[in-house]
Each structure stands twice: as C-alpha cells, then as structure tokens.
C-alpha cells in the first residue's frame, strides 16, 4: 500500500484543490443540476486517464480509472462527492464569497467535490501500479434532491462497485481528526404535512364553527407525546413540527389549518411505525375536537449505515495517514442528520468518514457548525481528506476488507 506516501502528495496538490473549492465556492449551484461545477470538475481533470459516464436525471458523472494491472478478480471502489449548495445567503466576507445571491456552499460539498478531485489525481499517479478500478462518484442533488438515487436509476453505478467510500466535512470538529462509526452513522429524514379541515365563521361564534385551531395545537402536543410515549427513551425517534400556517386576521376562524415538519429515525421499523402512528394520532386527535386531519408524508433519505468492516479499513487508513491513533475518532452515538449516500450503502458495503476543518488550535466546539451562513472551513485539512479518500480505495483494492 502507498500509505505512507498519500499525504505528501496531497499536499503537493494542495494549491490546486484551494484554488478549485474556491472557484466552486464562488458559483454555488442547487439542485440536480449544477453545470457550472461539473465543468470546473471537468476541466481539472482533462489530462488523466478517466473514461466518463453521464446520465439524463442529473448533470452528475462518474469518471472511472482502471489500474494498469487489473486481473480477473480485481477490486472495484467507489468514491463519492457531492456538488450542489443550499438556498440561502452567504455571511462570511470571504474573498471568494458566493456571487450569486440566495445561494451559499454551507454544508462543504465545494471542498468534498475538490477532494474527490485531488483523489482522482493522486490515484492517477499511481495507475502503473493499481490492481484494481475506482469510481469518482461527482453527484449534484444532495441536498433533499435524492442525487445519489437518480444516478443509481440511470445506470451509472453499474456495475456495482465491491466498497463505497465518501467524506463530509465538519467545521466544529478538531482540525485534522477523522471520525466515524459502524452501523447507523445518519438518519433517516422524512417529511410530513397533516392538513386540518374545519369550518370557518366569526371569532364571536366559534359555536357555530369547527375551529381547526385548537386541534392543530393539539396536535403539536399529541405528537410530542406520541413520541415519548410509544418509543422506548433509548431510541432515536425525532418528530418536530417546525410549521404551523392558518388564518388571514384576528376576527375570522379559519377553515382549515396546515402543520408540516420532520420525522428521523435509526431503522426502518421505527421509520414506519412513526409512519403509522403520527398519522393515526393526528387524525384522533382532529376527531376529539370535532375536525377531520389527513396526514400525507414524503420518504427522504434512508438510514445511512456503515459497513463495520469498511469503518475499521477507514480507520487504520486515518492512523496510517496521521502517523498515531489520534488520526482517528470513534463517534458515540448516530447524528440524526440525513445523507443521501445511503443510497450507495444500500447497494454496497462501505462508509461514509467525518473530516475535521475547524481552524487549527482553534477551540472547535465554538466554530459555526454546517447550514450555517458564517461556516468557515480551514482549507490545511484538505490534503487529509485527499489521502484518506485515496488511501480507502488503495487499502481495499490491496488488501479487502480485512
């Protein structure tokens, strides 16, 4: 394996990866379409011996390298970066600060798509001596878009490769640290709107009316409830309501009320019981107070779960990289955000690591998380996150799943 050589030449990009986050940092994209960004992708990548695969849901890709010694039984390694920002503004007064309003890279796919970059260059270096095929994975659409399914549904995983690897980035996590865990690492996020139908009339005669109101704050308090009363304390079921719409002014009962928020849960059987009972609750709580409520849900990410074997080859690959066991960090419990690389983990064993980018020596705890418009990375931590996606799939190709 080429562990011991993968951080320097890294850092011997590391000009180039800065240079590409920032250019892909300036001109965030949405969505599952980001033109601008695959091009910038395209360019970077123009002089290496990749064969490309692109589909019609999204403007995503797959760039393939096939090791010069790859036999019969030779491995195949997926490695993945995400590429579209989120809709909001920018606050950080970087030099290189989005461009274009009501957009910003806030959750780091600008430095994940320039890591897959630097890893793509970095494997491309050493095709002479690779037994084996990695996929760059360059996916739009990760944010609620379900990028990773639509490429999955036009065939651009295929085959289906034998590990998948991917990295995010964290900016209030310890510079230079790489964290992750077996089993459920993310959540599962679903989405929920129950629509309380009533009858309208003045608010002097509420008696004459089937006044949606109260229900729906019923229902805010049954749901809570539900929660703690129907799931056992230990596990990770998270229902929030975090909007509630009705009415037009002070005098009118509204006809109808309209309550949407989040479901997240750690595996499918808690997924689908919350299912069940929040609509149940909603509707039963409606009929106590003389109303009807129909609750619809739309499916978001599944649970993402880590391979145990993929974390502990993610693991030694983190030391062997930091040189002592300090390189690596065992998370203690699941984060109930959500990531559409569950997808590919549904298909294939592998996992998904945690980088840290918080600024060196900085106390870390205190720095703006992700989706935060102030979210600052320090782009030393870069090369780090180049090795460890590069030495994941040499480790693998090399040696399996130990």
Not at 80 to 85: K, L
Not at 303 to 325: F, H, P, S, W, Y
Not at 332 to 338: L, Q
Request: hydrophobic share 45%.
């Amino acid at each position: 394996m080429f562990t011991e050589t993968l951080l320097d030449s890294a850092r011997s990009l590391a000009p180039d990866i800065v240079a590409l986050r920032r250019a892909i940092h300036a001109e965030p994209e949405l969505g599952l379409h980001c033109p601008m960004t695959m091009a910038k992708v395209r360019d970077a990548l123009a002089d290496l011996p990749l064969e490309w695969k692109t589909g019609t849901s999204t403007t995503g890709a797959v760039a393939t390298l096939t090791g010069a010694k790859v036999g019969a039984n030779s491995s195949r390694v997926l490695l993945r970066g995400d590429m579209d920002a989120l809709p909001m503004d920018e606050k950080t007064g970087l030099d290189f600060a989005s461009t274009i309003p009501g957009r910003m890279h806030a959750c780091g796919h600008d430095t994940h798509t320039a890591m897959l970059v630097g890893a793509a260059r970095v494997l491309s270096e050493r095709r002479e001596e690779l037994c084996g095929t990695v996929d760059f994975m360059f996916q739009p659409g990760e944010e609620g878009h379900h990028g990773a399914r639509f490429m999955l549904e036009d065939g651009l995983i295929d085959p289906l490769p034998d590990a998948a690897f991917a990295l995010h980035i964290m900016p209030n996590a310890k510079f230079g640290v790489l964290a992750g865990r077996a089993g459920p690492l993310m959540a599962a996020a679903d989405q929920f709107t129950i629509t309380v139908n009533g009858k309208g009339g003045h608010a002097s005669m509420p008696h004459d009316c089937a006044d949606p109101v109260p229900a729906a704050a019923a229902i805010v308090s049954a749901v809570q409830a539900m929660v703690t009363r129907r799931f056992n304390a230990a596990s990770a079921v998270v229902v929030t309501v975090t909007r509630i719409q009705t009415g037009t002014t002070f005098n009118v009962i509204p006809d109808d009320a309209m309550l949407q928020g989040t479901i997240r849960t750690l595996s499918a059987e808690h997924r689908e019981a919350v299912h069940t009972l929040i609509a149940q609750t909603a509707a039963d709580t409606a009929h106590a107070h003389g109303v009807e409520a129909i609750c619809e849900i739309e499916h978001g990410f599944p649970v993402t779960i880590c391979d145990d074997r993929a974390v502990q080859l993610g693991m030694k690959v983190a030391r062997e990289i930091a040189g002592n066991a300090e390189g690596w960090h065992d998370l203690p419990a699941p984060i109930m955000g959500a990531e559409d690389f569950s997808y590919l983990l549904e298909k294939a064993p592998g996992a998904m690591f945690f980088l840290g980018v918080a600024p060196d020596g900085d106390n870390w705890s205190q720095c703006c998380a992700i989706h935060s418009p102030r979210m600052h990375v320090d782009e030393a931590a870069l090369p780090r996150g180049v090795a460890m996606l590069a030495g994941c799939a040499l480790e693998f190709i090399d040696n399996g799943f130990a």
